[in-house]
């Protein structure tokens, strides 16, 4: 069965710092990653995937994220946080022929 | 842009009531999803559906009922509300071949059931 853990509920940030955002997994076989972002009263949308190749993996408003397969990680990175990206923060996995499996969600909170 | 449009931002409705949240995707997109969010819990599939008049139950299918007459719609159905239902309700959908492709959602809307 596939999982995803997000281990912390919240994460608060002053601006202009790095950011991380925790994502752990479980699947068979190769995962696909996703990371989402959620604004207030807004649906999902989608920052940046991992499906093969290089383990850094860039994406949408300056984020990256670190395909670590040893320690089944995806943890989502910014180097320098921007009170505009305070959101909740959702990591999703999905395996071939499966549907996507998404994590607890993170608050990220950027203080100015 | 793909746009999925659910027909409801907030809606409050009362236990025992029938209740339909609309979704509408403009990118003929064969996959079609239906989830709720709460706090704590992030996303969990309802239903889903690969075609049209094609549904599949997904991890919380209890207590709903979904309907795929054409395909950029797909509609969710409560067929008697209940206070436990009250949640954030999501549609997404995805082009195929679907195995890296990324799913498009909509803003979503609020339940209330009273």
């Known amino acids: 069965a596939q999982s995803v853990a997000q281990p912390e509920d919240q994460v608060n940030v002053a601006e202009g710092n790095p950011l991380t955002v925790k994502c752990t997994y479980s699947?068979?076989?190769?995962?696909?990653l996703f990371w989402y972002v959620q604004y207030p009263n807004r649906g999902l949308q989608f920052l940046l995937k991992?499906?093969?190749?290089?383990?850094l993996v860039k994406g949408s408003y300056g984020f990256e994220a670190e395909f670590n397969k040893s320690q089944t990680s995806f943890h989502l990175k910014k180097p320098s946080a921007l009170v505009s990206d305070s959101a909740l923060y959702f990591c999703?996995?999905?395996?071939?022929?499966?549907?996507?499996?998404f994590g607890p969600g993170t608050r990220l909170s950027v203080l100015p | 842009d793909v746009k999925v449009t659910q027909s409801s931002r907030y809606l409050v409705k009362r236990t025992g009531e029938k209740v339909f949240l609309e979704c509408v995707q403009d990118?003929?997109?064969?996959?079609m999803f239906w989830y709720r969010q709460d706090p704590g819990l992030g996303l969990r599939l309802i239903y889903f559906?690969?075609?049209?008049?094609?549904?599949e139950k997904g991890d919380i299918p209890e207590g709903y009922s979904v309907s795929r007459e054409k395909k950029e719609r797909f509609s969710l159905i409560l067929e008697s509300a209940s206070t436990n239902q009250t949640s954030m309700y999501l549609c997404?959908?995805?082009?195929?071949?679907?195995?890296?492709?990324?799913?498009?959602f909509g803003a979503g809307t609020r339940l209330s059931v009273l």
């Open positions: 997404a959908s995805r082009p195929q071949p679907s195995s890296k492709n990324i799913q498009y």
């Open positions: 699947v068979s076989g190769n995962p696909y």
């Open positions: 991992y499906i093969t190749g290089d383990n």
């Open positions: 999703a996995v999905r395996n071939y022929g499966q549907n996507f499996v």
């Open positions: 990118m003929d997109h064969e996959n």
């Open positions: 559906s690969y075609d049209v008049k094609m549904k």
